[in-house]
């Protein structure tokens, strides 16, 4: 009957020790747990961060795309112009050498 108390205790023992075991590997499961949310939350916003940073350029690259094409249309018509002031300017030079001969040719 010893042998089975004995016994007993130390199966009593076991049990005990394995509840400690349990418990603590259930409260590192539940600060894993916690931890595991507070990165999950950290990710999240971080993503919301990127996708705002990815909206912000989005709209920064449409608005230098919009003045870009806007610079290249007031080129285009800086040119025009310029072609239009050289060809006035040619006329004018030709005018002004055909009054100079007329001069030269009345003095």
Known sequence: MDDLQHEK????????ATQREHEDLREKFDEAVVSC???????????????????????LTASAEAERTEGSKMMDA???????????????????????????EAV
């Open 37 to 59: 949310e507070s990165m999950l939350l950290s990710l999240e916003d971080a993503r919301s961060q990127i996708q705002a940073q990815t909206s912000e350029v989005e709209l």
């Open 78 to 104: 800086l040119k025009e112009e310029k072609s239009g002031v050289e060809l006035q300017l040619k006329a004018n030079q030709k005018d002004r050498d055909d009054l100079q001969e007329k001069f030269n």
């Open 9 to 16: 205790s130390g199966v009593e023992m076991q049990l005990k």
